[in-house]
T-cell receptor
Framework: EAGVAQSPRYKIIEKRQSVAFWCNPI?????LYWYQQILGQGPKLLIQ????????DSQLPKDRFSAERLKGVDSTLKIQPAKLEDSAVYLC????????????FGSGTRLTVV | GESVGLHLPTLSVQEGDNSIINCAYS??????FIWYKQESGKGPQFIID?????DKRQGQRVTVLLNKTVKHLSLQIAATQPGDSAVYFC????????????FGRGTSLIVHP
């Protein structure tokens, strides 16, 4: 089974620029998550999708972050404009759905804002 | 030894020793717990899980212990190997139909050959 695919692997941008990350979950996984992991900390949830609907985006800084999963498969996370404190690894994870707890994480996109 | 503060807590062990990594979780309503291993440049990788109706679960070279009274989890790794060097996170999943793993701070395990 292919894993969760993320791209790009690395991105360096200047503050106030915009950036987008892409995630392709495991085939058939209904639930998709975006996490932010700042260096030295555990991942923190940004947003959870169930198919193409948002389940929880309470911790997403909506003034600058947006995410979509239009067809219920791939997802993109966008930051506009970026701040220095957005430097982090952005992880995507997916889950089959139903009563399963099987979460699978991608390798993440490392963002550096300079 | 261990160091805390801005840096991750660190556990240094010799190859072949047993390792014990501890985690305090926050929500007494959490009903499912997962230990993840994260190597540099990779996402968290599932190691072992345990449901709240259990107090111990064993896998291959790993054991998870759950103490709900004090909201404490531990991960025991037997015969630690250099390949076990990584950051280890516990994650809790609140019950009631919520499927959102909430991560703890993490512990860096360093295994010396």
């Amino acid at each position: 089974e292919a894993g969760v695919a993320q791209s790009p692997r690395y991105k360096i941008i200047e503050k106030r620029q915009s950036v987008a990350f892409w995630c392709n979950p495991i085939s058939g996984h209904a639930t998709l998550y975006w996490y932010q992991q700042i260096l030295g900390q555990g991942p923190k949830l940004l947003i959870q999708f169930q198919n193409n609907g948002v389940v929880d985006d309470s911790q997403l800084p909506k003034d600058r972050f947006s995410a979509e999963r239009l067809k219920g498969v791939d997802s993109t996370l966008k930051i506009q404009p970026a701040k220095l404190e957005d430097s982090a690894v952005y992880l995507c994870a997916s889950r089959t759905g139903g009563g399963s707890y099987g979460y699978t994480f991608g390798s993440g996109t490392r963002l550096t804002v300079v | 030894g261990e160091s805390v503060g801005l840096h991750l807590p660190t556990l240094s062990v010799q190859e072949g020793d047993n390792s014990i990594i501890n985690c305090a979780y926050s929500n007494s309503a959490s009903d499912y717990f997962i230990w993840y291993k994260q190597e540099s440049g990779k996402g968290p990788q599932f190691i072992i899980d345990i449901r709240s109706n259990m107090d111990k679960r064993q896998g291959q070279r790993v054991t998870v212990l759950l103490n709900k009274t004090v909201k404490h989890l531990s991960l025991q790794i037997a015969a630690t190997q250099p390949g076990d060097s990584a950051v280890y996170f516990c994650a809790e999943n609140m019950g009631g139909g919520s499927y959102i793993p909430t991560f703890g701070r993490g512990t860096s395990l360093i295994v010396h050959p």
